[in-house]
């Protein structure tokens, strides 16, 4: 039987304790414990949010001065930043995107309140000028 070389990684045996992991390995707060023990505590970041369904709705039921649409693509672009990797470009593109549904939102709602009372008023006038004037 032939012999192997020994392995040789980026690091050598006497480098890196064979104790512990390197800390870059494991982010996070790192605690000691009584025993000696070391206990590692790593935080998930939670992944970006591209809000397409919040979108999906912006764009098909209430698309005032496109704005549904607009956040719809920066939704979809959000989700591809996601899926490639970058973080942090995700992050931008949803935080465009819940800005743009959010005015989109406002638009519709106080489109839909002013409409309210529009017809409110006009149904109010109508009935009273009827009420005053029954010939009509």
């Known amino acids: 039987m ?20 390197p800390k870059y390995m494991y982010p996070g707060t790192h605690a000691t414990t009584a ?3 070391h206990n590692s505590i790593v935080l998930q970041a939670e992944p970006p949010k591209d809000h397409i369904i919040w979108s999906l709705c912006c764009f098909l039921y209430s ?6 649409l607009a956040a719809l693509i920066f ?17 931008h593109y949803g935080a465009t995107a819940r800005c ?3 005015a989109a939102t406002i638009i519709v709602c106080l489109t839909f309140l ?11 006038k109508f009935h009273f000028s009827r009420a005053t004037n029954p010939s009509m």
């Not at 002013?114 to 109010?124: D, G, I, R, T």
């Open 2 to 21: 032939s012999k192997h070389p020994p392995y040789q990684g980026p690091y050598m045996s006497k480098d890196v304790s064979l104790q512990e992991p």
């Open 35 to 37: 025993a000696g023990v």
């Open 63 to 68: 698309n005032p001065l496109c704005l549904g």
């Open 75 to 91: 939704s979809i672009k959000s989700r591809d930043r996601k899926v490639v990797g970058d973080l942090e470009g995700a992050r």
């Open 100 to 102: 743009l549904n959010i």
């Open 114 to 124: 002013f409409l309210l009372y529009f017809f409110a008023a006009e149904s109010l």
